[in-house]
């Protein structure tokens, strides 16, 4: 994985991707902080929209969520 680089000016790199318990995620850095994308699957997508309905720990909680194609940014 590449280093988390801090900054002022907001830049988006891909730091690492790869798949993890059948789940697509990216760590990107923003510059300024990091981030990361996780995939969910097609039937939870189907199933809620609510956060509270996914069986994910994520640190700072979920900040987005969308049904967009998983393979990209």
């Given at each position: ?6 900054g002022k000016?907001r ?6 991707s790869?798949e993890y318990?059948?789940r697509?995620f ?5 510059g ?8 969910l699957?097609d039937?939870?997508?189907?199933r ?5 309905d ?8 979920f900040t987005?969520l969308s049904?967009?194609n998983?393979?990209g940014?």
């Open positions: 994985m590449k280093p988390m680089i801090y000016r830049q988006v790199e891909i730091l690492h790869g318990e059948g697509h990216y760590i990107c850095s923003i300024t902080h990091p981030t990361a994308y996780v995939s699957t039937k939870e997508v189907e809620s929209r609510d956060y509270d996914y069986d994910l720990e994520v640190h700072g909680g987005y049904n967009s998983r393979d940014l």
